[in-house]
T-cell receptor
Framework: DAGVTQSPTHLIKTRGQQVTLRCSPKSGHDTVSWYQQALGQGPQFIFQYYEEEERQRGNFPDRFSGHQFPNYSSELNVNALLLGDSALYLC?????????????FGSGTRLTVV | GQNIDQPTEMTATEGAIVQINCTYQTSGFNGLFWYQQHAGEAPTFLSY????GLEEKGRFSSFLSRSKGYSYLLLKELQMKDSASYLCAAYSGAGSYQLTFGKGTKLSVIP
């Protein structure tokens, strides 16, 4: 049973560019959350998607946007990249109604902005 | 606001016991998670405490005191493979879906 799959694993982008990160949730999960983890820091909540809608957002600018597809997979888009966006981006999936108890994290996408 | 504090680094000897503390101040609180994260890997779930007290799972135990805003993770019979970062995270519940993480404690197990 595949867990949470994220792609790509590593990415290098130039300041000002745009990037799209992808996440396939664990089988049976219908909710996807995205977190940003800077080096030496804990993960910071970006947003959560359920039923193809963003239902909660953390303290991130509008440059960060997302989407959830009918098959529950999700994308995270970041526009106008800044050096400070360099981080590990984690996707976590869960099944609605489990009160986040069943969060499963992917291994993340390491984004480097130069 | 949300504030989660845990030590940045700890070192312990193989076979020993180590306790990693976490204090939290959150506007709402439902429970406290502990995750283990090896370098370059996904965080993996260790425990979720909702009620006060100690919960034991094999070599790992987790404790919660809601009145004190305090939790700890206890690792017994340390093994080299336990070298990792340990993240505590508060869950507010009540319509909030996010976890608020501490910065993580990097544990080094030495022979």
């Amino acid at each position: 049973d595949a867990g949470v799959t994220q792609s790509p694993t590593h990415l290098i982008k130039t300041r000002g560019q745009q990037v799209t990160l992808r996440c396939s949730p664990k089988s049976g999960h219908d909710t996807v959350s995205w977190y940003q983890q800077a080096l030496g820091q804990g993960p910071q909540f970006i947003f959560q998607y359920y039923e193809e809608e963003e239902r909660q957002r953390g303290n991130f600018p509008d440059r960060f946007s997302g989407h959830q597809f009918p098959n529950y997979s999700s994308e995270l888009n970041v526009n106008a990249l800044l050096l400070g966006d360099s981080a590990l981006y984690l996707c976590a999936s869960s099944f609605e109604g489990t009160d986040n108890y069943g969060y499963t994290f992917g291994s993340g996408t390491r984004l480097t902005v130069v | 606001g949300q504030n989660i504090d845990q030590p940045t680094e700890m070192t312990a000897t193989e076979g020993a016991i180590v306790q990693i503390n976490c204090t939290y101040q959150t506007s709402g609180f439902n429970g406290l998670f502990w995750y283990q994260q090896h370098a370059g890997e996904a965080p993996t779930f260790l425990s979720y405490n909702v009620l006060d007290g100690l919960e034991e799972k094999g070599r790992f135990s987790s404790f919660l005191s809601r009145s004190k805003g305090y939790s700890y993770l206890l690792l017994k019979e340390l093994q080299m493979k336990d070298s990792a970062s340990y993240l505590c995270a508060a869950y507010s519940g009540a319509g909030s879906y996010q976890l608020t993480f501490g910065k993580g404690t990097k544990l080094s197990v030495i022979p």
